[in-house]
């Protein structure tokens, strides 16, 4: 299956084809772009299907960060992947910028369980656990920071993202939020299709929704 992953939840504007029966990236693109991702993405998707050496027409599925993350460019890469799948018929899928952190941060500490943290502002965190096997522990969450210094502080395992300073505070390093494309797309080859189309959905206010465990960030 030839999956086409985008990412337009930060500051980065990614695309990549990855064959999930292989195993095997076969091209991608990535410019940090800040702002922008409209004006920047279907350029970014040529310079990925160039690479790759592949047709649009191959693609099996989409896959698409749909947060937590910057709000615009959320909606960005949401309506791509829809105009995507729906002009070539294939499914498309959300992949939450949490799993996405959490999968990155497991390869590197194998064996390791994952708290996925990101300083969503006013003081809250954005938060979910995951097992040493990637699952999740919990549903993503908006919680105020003391809450979330309290859940960590019982927390065995690695702890990464922006908030992981405030989480530990003799944490060093940099502790921005990396959305590696690469597991965009292999997340997105894991995912079930029929949970419905991808769209972005909100962890706080009156429109919040946790259960389907992912949100925005209004940054």
Excluded at 42 to 59: E, F, K, N, T, W
Excluded at 85 to 109: D, Y
Excluded at 145 to 153: G, H, I, L
Excluded at 193 to 206: F, H, I, N
Aim: aromatic share 6%; charged share 20%; glycine share 10%.
């Amino acid at each position: 299956m030839i999956i086409l992953a985008l990412d337009t939840a930060g500051v980065d504007c990614a695309a990549a084809l990855y064959d999930s029966g292989r195993d095997t990236m076969l091209g991608e693109a990535s410019d940090m772009i800040g702002k922008g991702h409209a004006e920047h993405l279907m350029g970014i998707v040529d310079r990925a299907l160039d690479q790759a050496g592949v047709a649009l027409s191959a693609v099996d599925r989409i896959a698409v960060t749909v947060g937590p993350g910057s709000f615009t460019g959320i909606r960005v890469g949401v309506a791509a992947a829809r105009g995507f799948a729906l002009s070539l018929g294939v499914p498309a899928v959300g992949v939450t910028t949490l799993a996405v952190m959490a999968e990155a941060q497991r390869l590197k500490a194998p064996g390791r369980p994952v708290l996925a943290a990101m300083d969503a502002k006013r003081n809250e965190i954005y938060l979910q656990a995951f097992d040493a096997d990637g699952e999740p522990l919990d549903e993503a969450r908006a919680v105020n920071v003391e809450e979330a210094q309290a859940f960590a502080a019982t927390f065995e395992g690695e702890v990464i993202g922006s908030a992981t300073p405030l989480l530990k505070p003799d944490a060093t390093g940099d502790y921005a939020n990396h959305f590696p494309i690469s597991m965009v797309a292999r997340l997105g080859a894991a995912a079930d299709p029929s949970a419905g189309k991808p769209k972005p959905l909100y962890l706080r206010g009156p429109d919040a929704k946790p259960q389907a465990g992912f949100a925005i960030a209004r940054v």
